[in-house]
C-alpha cells in the first residue's frame, strides 16, 4: 500500500501524543512508545487484523501490550486507527480520574485493549493463553471461523521477569506459531542500560526453547517489514527483537532511562518537535494525518466483512456465537449429579469430589480446558472427556503445564480473555504464592478461571510445613473479586464448581483436601453454597454457641456440637464455604445465620485449620478461634489434627470452660 503521507510522520504522530499526553498528566512513561513507535505503525498499518468499526470481532488478531508503562502506545494507536475510545479528550485526560486511558492499559476500560498490563512479564504470558485458545478453536472450528495471530509488544523487563522463561517454554513447546512477540530491545530500563543487570543471550535462550528468532532496527520500515513477514511465515512462535532508542527524537534524552518514566519537559518537548519535524500543538493533528491512519483503521473491514459471511454460512454459526460470548448452562450437570451422592453418600476428598463433579461438567460443557501445573494425579484435573492439548492436537482439552504455576495462571487468563474457552487448573494450595500475581490478575480483568487447589492444610500430613498452607485461604480472601471456597464435602465442592463456572466476571478458588471427608449434607435443595454460609445443623437445646467451620473442618465442628449437647449446650453448626458470597448476601440472612453480633448470650466459634487472624469478623472479639497461628509440621494428618488441638475432644472442653462449664 502506498502511503499518502510519509511513514515517519504516521509514526511521528504516535511519538507527540505519548510525549504530549505524559507532559500533560506530568506522569507517565514517553520513552517507550516514542521508541517503539515505527514497530507499531507497521504492524498496525500491515499487519494486524483488527477493525475499529467491530472491535470484538471474534477473528480479530488480539494485541497484548506487555510492557504497559508504555500506556499511551495503545491509546495513541486506539485513537488514531479510529475506535470510538478513546477520544481526543480521553487522551488529553491521561492517567486522570474518568479517563479510560488508565495509567497502565486495562481490559474493561477500552475496545482493543485485550489484557491489562503492567506487571512485567504478565501480558506476554497472558498472550501465550491467548495463542493456546486460538490453535484450539481453530481446530474444533476450523480456518473459516478461527484463523488469527497474537501480537505482542514486550521489554526488556518483560523478558527478565522469571515468568517469562516460563511463558516461552511453554509457547515453545506447543509450537505456537502464531504468536508474535515484538522485543524492544533497547537496552535501557529503570536504572540505567540492562547491562548493569544482565549478560543474557536473550535470543539464544529464545532459539534454545524451540522459537523463531529474527532481528530488525526498530527504526528501520523495511527492516521491521522484513522481520514481521519472516515471523509470520515461520511455523514456531517468533520473537523480533527490534533495535531501538528508547525516547527516540528526544535530542538530549533519548537512549537514556531518563525518557523512561518522567515527562520529558517543555524544552525538550520543544526541541523534540523540531527534530521530529512536527510543528502541531500538542494534542492537534493534522488533516491528512488523520485521514491516513483512518485508512488503514479501516483495512480490516472487509476481512471481517467476509468473516461475517463465512459464519453465517456456517451450520456452527449459533453454537460458535454464543461459545464466544461465554454462554454455558453451568450448573445443567448439577441436580442429576448430586441425587446421586444424596442417594448414596460419598466419603471421599474434595480434591477427589472436584474430579467427580468435573466428569460431569466436561461430558456436558465443551468449553472447559482443563490442566495442572505437572500434579494432575494429586490436583484429580484430567477427567475421561479430556484428551492432552499438544503441538500435534490443539482439539484436546488438557493442557500440561509443567512445573509453571504462574505461567499456568497467566496462560488462563488469555484463554479466558480470549473467549471461546472457560481454563481451570490446578496445583498445590501452598503455592498459589507462585501465582498469585496471575491469580490477581485473573480478579482484576474479570477473567472467568477456575482454580483448583488442592492439598489445602495440615491434612495433607506428612509433606510438612512446606507444603502445608497456613495463610493462605485467608490470604486469598483478601483479593476483591475472587471468589474462594473450602468447601466440606463432595456436594459443596459440586455447588462451588457450579457457582465457579457461572462467574463469567471473575476466577474462583476452589481449597481442596487431600484428605477423606465424610459427606455432611444429606438432604436435597437449594445450592447452599451460594450463600457462602449457612446453618448444617441447628442447635437442639437452647441455642448457646455457633460454630463456624469450613472445609475439613466442618465435620470437627459437628463432632463438637455433638459433645456440646451432650452437655445440655445448644449448639448451631454453620458451614462457611465463602466468605465473600456470605457478606453479599442479604441483612436479614445474615442476621439468620448469624444472629446477635454483639450479644455475648451467644458464644461464636470458628474452626479453620489455618491463620486465626481474619475470624473476629464473624466469631467477634470475645469468640474463640480454634486454628493456627504458626507453621504446620510433618506427621500423618490425624496426628495433626491432634497435636494441633483441631479435634472435636480438644475443642469441645475448651468451648465449655468459655461458657463457665
Ligand atoms: C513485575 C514488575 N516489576 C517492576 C515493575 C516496575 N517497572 C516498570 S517499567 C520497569 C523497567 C522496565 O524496563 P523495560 O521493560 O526495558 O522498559 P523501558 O525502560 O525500555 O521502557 C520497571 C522495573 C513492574 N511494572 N512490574
Ligand atoms: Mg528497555
Redesign the pocket.
Known sequence: MSLPVPFKTLANAVRALSMDAVQAANSG?P??PM?MADAATVLFTRHLKFDPAAPKWADRDRFVLS????SMLIYALLHLTGYARPTMDDIRNFRQLGSPCAGHPENFELAGIEATT?????GFATAVGMAIAERHLNAVYGDDLVDHRTWVI????????GINHEAVGLAGHLRLGRLIVLW?D?R???DGA?SLSSSEDVKARYAASGWHVVSCDGHDEASIEEALASAKADPRPSLVACRTI?GYGAPNKQGT?AT??SPLGQDEIAATRQVLEWSHHPFELPDDVVAAWQAFGARGGDARAAWERRLAASGAAATFTARMAGEIDADGWLADYTAGLLASPAKVATRKASEMALEAINATIADTVGGSADLTGSNNTKTKTTGPLTADDYAGRYVYYGIREFGMACAMNGMALHGGVVPYGGTFLVFSDYCR?GIRLSALQQARVVYVMTHDSIGLGEDGPTHQPIEHVMSLRLMPNLDVFRPADAIETAEAWALGLADADGPSLLALSRQNLPQVRTEAGENLTARGAYRLRAATGPRRVILIATGSEVHVALGVADRLEAAGIGADVVSMPCWSRFDAQPQDYRDDVLPDAASQEILRVSIEAGTTIGWERYTGSRGLRFGIDGFGASAPAEALYDHFGLTAEKIAPKVLAALGH
Open positions: 512513561h520513552g517507550m521508541g510492557a504497559g508503562h508504555g503492567g506487571p512485567l512479564g504478565s514486550a521489554g526488556d523487563g518483560c523478558l527478565m521477569e524492544d533497547n535501557i530500563t529503570i540492562v528508547i532511562s523512561h518514566g500475581a
